[in-house]
């Protein structure tokens, strides 16, 4: 098996606070192959966005990462020195957060943020520079006139294309984003994430894309990660995960979506919230909030066990054996 | 029995100075109508005027032309502040954002008492802190004494964005316009306050405005739907009526841009490609036209207004909806 685009083993990322470590990422495993589109998704506070900063490697203190390694073509980038870092970063792999507004410098026109990072990487030719922006703008179907534009010029779906073109600049080939189409309504949201899909076939890039909605990546993620408190509850290829969702809080997530088609039922959601990380329930931490909890699990923290082609972190999913031994 | 009522309801706002002055015209000529114990959700992509018809109905903005006419009597003619008060408690709005909406240095009680003692002088101090502890019970949260003591920082974005739905109870209102009362939250929470929404109309008949950009929702909430577009409404109708047979091209588009994993994708970029319409000194013509695939001669023109296509059910479209006025 050729070795993976970006390898993440056992990664685990504490917070470290005044009540003692919080562990956001905990004990995560995640392969992503050249050209694949990985989807993680969760609600707030449940360890996405910090997986996401830890492998680029963006965690600032009190976050910390405890364990494991973050793999991309081999090296590791947990124990890169930033130096190092910088050199991967907009090159190999580069970066869209959630609010494009805050992530453009409000001052300065488009063209001038892109030269940035491609002169910090070595194109130095004014023409280079320009080709290349003009190209990646027409990539993102904005017209290059806006490379004199200031961000406060554009509205928030194209302020949001614009930090697409500027991470597909140096062609890199892994593109991580975080929740790029939360701050858009729904037409814009599905017109950026066909846009997205698109552009990663002509291009070839992986995509690890993080968000609260679970039905946006329906349609568009190869391989799906439902997180829940810190761990993965449920991984596999999307069609499975949403097809047959195993663990019921996939499945509760699923069945909170109302439908614009078929008959009109009545949902009850999920009911409660979130745990807080810094006590989480013992043993399944889904257990307050699960419709199907039995007797053992307030006590037997569950693995990640195999259910046909995806994982499933439930008791009701434990192999015979191993739950007599556990 | 109508409740509340809006004939030719405008709003323009002055943008620019001296002779690059213009008018933007973000509600025009909309007629509504919310019956006693009706839901009627408001659905739109952000710019199409419907918060800016939301505030006009609190009454934050003053019409530029048009009436709104409450209970069957004018705004315009309300006189003198026990007047206005009167129509504020029964017109409460609740915002889009729980974090922001709630005052983080006082308890959870202190905006629903102080709400209490202004709307509803009548009550003694023990029977404001029984009626606030109802209201908090009627949104769902026990038990209600405790949440009461507490600060905005304890609770969960679910349970805030439910205190800003006690604190308009509290007034014993009539019509509540929610403007986006979900998008913030989580997915899994958001199923429950729709539910919430649905149990005050049933148990304490309380009508809503439902603001919001996904009409997967409105659906599961609303009788009746009213679709905006660039300041004009552009279709209403019944509910199901209106999904079932949805006449305007923009009506289309949102249900076509809506995520639903259960179902197939279908849709092409090319008409989910958001250009804003024009509504800074607009010409008389189809806001839409610039988007839609139906658009002919006299859409670039004429401006079309709304013609009956079914029962209760208008939509404004030259093309689908070809009226005798030309």
Redesign the interface.
């Known amino acids: 098996m050729p070795e993976p685009l970006l390898s993440v083993r056992d990664l685990s990322v504490v917070y470290e606070t005044v009540r003692g470590p919080v562990t956001a990422v905990d004990n995560l495993q995640l392969e992503v192959g050249e050209g694949e589109f990985a989807a993680v998704v969760g609600?707030?506070g449940c360890g996405k966005s910090t997986l996401l900063f830890a492998i680029a490697g963006l965690l600032n203190p009190p976050a910390r990462i405890a364990s494991g390694s973050v793999l991309f073509r081999g090296a590791d980038l947990v124990t890169m020195t930033e130096r190092e870092l910088n050199e991967l970063r907009w090159r190999d792999y580069s970066v869209v957060l959630q609010s494009a507004m805050n992530a453009l410098n409000p001052v300065a026109t488009l063209a001038a943020q892109y030269k940035d990072a491609m002169v910090a990487h070595g194109t130095h030719t004014k023409e280079e520079i320009h080709a290349r922006s003009m190209e990646v703008l027409r990539l993102v179907?904005i017209d290059p006139v806006h490379l004199r534009s200031y961000p406060h010029q554009l509205?928030?779906?194209m302020r949001q294309r614009a930090m697409i073109a500027m991470a597909l600049l140096l062609a890199p080939d892994l593109v991580i984003m975080d929740e790029p189409t939360s701050a858009l309504?729904?037409?814009?949201?599905?017109?950026l994430m066909?846009?997205i899909k698109?552009l990663q076939q002509l291009l070839g890039f992986a995509v690890v894309f993080v968000t609260?909605?679970?039905?946006?990546v329906?349609?568009f993620s190869d391989q799906l990660l439902v997180m829940y408190a810190g761990q993965v509850v449920e991984q596999g290829p999307t069609r499975t995960v949403?097809d047959s969702p195993s663990h019921p809080y996939s499945r509760?997530?699923?069945e909170?979506?109302?439908?614009?088609?078929?008959p009109?039922v009545?949902?009850?959601?999920?009911?409660g919230?979130?745990p807080d990380l810094a006590a989480p329930p013992p043993g399944c931490r889904f257990h307050p909030r699960c419709p199907l909890v039995f007797d053992r699990c307030d006590t037997v923290p569950p693995a990640l066990y195999e259910v046909g082609a995806a994982y499933s972190r439930c008791l009701l999913h434990a192999p015979a054996a191993r739950e007599v031994t556990s | 029995m109508t409740l509340l009522e809006t004939s030719g309801l405008t709003r323009h706002f002055k943008v620019g100075t001296g002779l690059s002055r213009r008018l933007l015209h973000a509600v025009d000529e909309v007629d509504l109508t919310i019956g006693e114990r009706e839901i009627v959700a408001l659905v739109g992509?952000?710019g199409s005027g419907k918060s800016t018809l939301a505030r006009l109905i609190a009454q934050v903005y003053k019409p530029s032309a048009g009436e709104i006419r409450y209970q069957g009597r004018p705004l315009s003619a309300l006189r003198g502040r026990r007047d206005r008060l009167a129509y504020r408690g029964d017109v409460p709005m609740v915002f889009q954002d729980p974090f922001s909406s709630l005052n983080p240095a006082y308890r959870v009680s202190h905006g629903i008492l102080r709400s209490l003692t202004l709307h509803r002088p009548e009550l003694s101090r023990a029977q404001r802190d029984t009626e606030a502890e109802r209201v908090v019970e009627a949104v769902g949260l026990t038990p209600a004494a405790d949440v009461l003591d507490r600060y905005p920082y304890e609770l969960?974005?679910?349970?805030r964005q439910r205190i800003g739905f006690a604190q308009a109870l509290a007034h014993r209102p009539k019509l509540i316009l929610a403007d986006e009362p979900v998008s913030m939250l989580?997915?899994?929470?958001?199923?429950?306050l729709?539910?919430v929404m649905a149990e005050l109309r049933e148990n304490e008949g309380v009508s809503f405005l439902y603001i919001t950009?996904?009409?997967?929702?409105a659906?599961?909430l609303s009788d009746r739907i009213v679709v905006m577009y660039g300041g004009h409404v552009v279709e209403t109708g019944p509910t199901?009526e209106l999904?079932a047979r949805p006449r305007h091209p923009y009506t289309e588009?949102?249900?076509?841009?809506?995520?639903?994993?259960?179902?197939?994708?279908d849709?092409?970029?090319a008409t989910?490609?958001?250009d804003?319409p024009v509504v800074i000194d607009p010409v008389p013509s189809c806001r839409f036209r610039a988007r839609c695939p139906l658009a002919e001669d006299i859409c670039h023109r004429v401006t079309p207004r709304l013609q009956p296509v079914g029962p209760e059910h208008t939509a404004a479209c030259h093309v689908t909806a070809p009226g005798t006025a030309t």
């Open positions: 609600e707030s179907g509205s928030g779906g309504d729904v037409v814009a949201q599905r017109s066909v846009q698109e609260h909605d679970m039905s946006l329906s349609h949403f509760g997530l699923l909170a979506f109302p439908s614009i088609r078929g009109r009545p949902l009850r959601g999920i009911p919230s979130p | 992509e952000s969960s974005g679910g349970q989580d997915v899994s929470i958001r199923i429950g729709l539910n950009h996904d009409i997967a929702s659906r599961y199901e999904l588009l949102l249900l076509s841009a809506v995520p639903d994993p259960r179902a197939p994708l849709v092409d970029a989910a490609k958001a804003p």
